[in-house]
């Protein structure tokens, strides 16, 4: 790696950390809005059950059952390969972004 490439990383990693910084759950925000085509957009319900109001424990429970292919409930199918693709940090960090209330980013 030359000079200018070392900066260029350097830069770069500077600007990922100081962005996770400012909002701790810009990692999850987007994989949040395929969850809300069937949980509605503050997790009101809608196809799916409702999760707003839920605590982060449950919902990391729930998700950690759905991902090993867990049945929680006659639809549990469907959340099979959601939960499938999300790794055991990512499953914690969306289940407090939900329990917060989808805080918006700073």
């Known amino acids: 790696m030359?000079?200018?490439q070392?900066?260029?990383t350097l830069i770069v990693l500077t600007v990922l950390s100081t962005n996770a910084l400012a909002d701790p759950y810009a990692s999850v925000r987007t994989t949040w809005v395929t969850c809300s085509s069937c949980h509605g957009a503050s997790?009101?319900?809608?196809?799916?059950?409702?999760?707003i109001g839920h605590s982060a424990n449950h919902l990391?429970?729930?998700?950690?059952?759905?991902?090993?292919?867990g049945v929680v409930g006659p639809e549990s199918q469907l959340m099979w390969g959601m939960a499938g693709m999300l790794s055991d940090s990512?499953?914690?960090?969306?289940?407090?972004?939900?329990?917060?209330?989808?805080?918006?980013s700073h």
Do not use: D, H, T, W
């Open 60 to 69: 990391a429970k729930e998700l950690r059952i759905y991902k090993s292919q």
């Open 43 to 51: 997790g009101q319900g809608g196809i799916g059950p409702k999760l």
């Open 2 to 4: 030359n000079k200018q």
């Open 6 to 8: 070392l900066i260029l």
């Open 90 to 104: 990512q499953i914690v960090l969306m289940s407090k972004f939900i329990e917060e209330g989808f805080p918006a």
